[in-house]
């Protein structure tokens, strides 16, 4: 807890601020963007924006491993609960919304949907009650190498199948940093995810890109540092990596996690919602587990249909063109009691951490 309170201390963070303020006179307006919905939580529950120059702004990019999964991809999952198996799903993705209805609608319908904390509680389930399952498997490099462990270990019980949708940052961020109508100028890599990879990952950012990184923790004064840091380095006019976070992330990863899912999975080229087609961005599971691989298994067929529902700027919002305040549809239609998008459902969602804590730009810093 001690060293908890010296990143939340707030005569620290201020005088980070006062740094960044001089920095900031000194440069042009400064597009900053993180890939991790933590991060946002982070930056909007603390009321971070407030505390940064008007030419410094920090966007929410991809980071919201829920928000990305293709409404195709729910409709799967769907398709396989009415089809009579039950469905394992974590509570963030139960309401996401799929091109008809979510796996919450299903289950008021009757289908056997049940939401788990982790797939060990999905296979402790499955244990008690023996019933052919599929785990709906979704999230970033964090969430696969557990799931590899058990299938590489052979641990996986008999009629419990698994229906991948897992996405990775590093492919996202080489795309977005590849697009010409994205202006950034810094980037602020996700934590959580760099323990996996290692920030060596994210070299490639000044080496191909030209522009700082900095590898942050979660704690407010962790990205008050990736901002001041960013914006010394834009002013030296040496962009590198920086690793903020090394008290948890080291430069080459988790080396055993990474064996794991190298071992279990490999890379395709994936669909992401709002987005499109990135390369070598999903994790499908190997030919020597396909027995494992509930869409081959049971030949999950769906038609594709709209992503979106009319209005919805959630697009816009996961690739850091827009706000959720520029969505008309924002703490109107939209709130997190009636989600009409998927950045609303989860919680890693940017309009669903802006509607929780203020709905607004510039949230005031409230922490004491
Ligand atoms: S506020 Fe709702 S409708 Fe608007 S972009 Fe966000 S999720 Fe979509």
Redesign the pocket.
Known sequence: MEILRKFRDRKLIQAVSKSIEKIAKKLDYVRIMHVCGTHEHTITFFGLRSLLPDNVELIAGPGCPVCIVPAREVDEAIEIVFSGIRVYTYGDMYRVPGTKMSLADARSEGADVKVVYGFNDAIRLHMKDRKKSVFFAVGFETTAPTLAAFISRRLIPDDLMILPSFRLTVPIMKYILSSFDINIDGIICPGHVSTIVGASAWSFIPRISGIPAVVAGFEPLDVMLAVFSILKMLLEGKPRLVNEYSRAVSWRGNITAKRYVREVFYRADGEWRGIGRVKRSRLLLRKRFKHLDARSRLSVSVDTGPE??P????A??ILGK?K?TD?????R??TPDR???????SSE????IW?KYGGYERIQWHYD
């Open positions: 979106f529902k209005g919805c700027r959630c816009d919002i827009a959720p969505c008309p549809l924002f703490m239609a939209c989600p009409q998008g998927p950045c609303m459902v969602g940017t309009c669903s509607a």
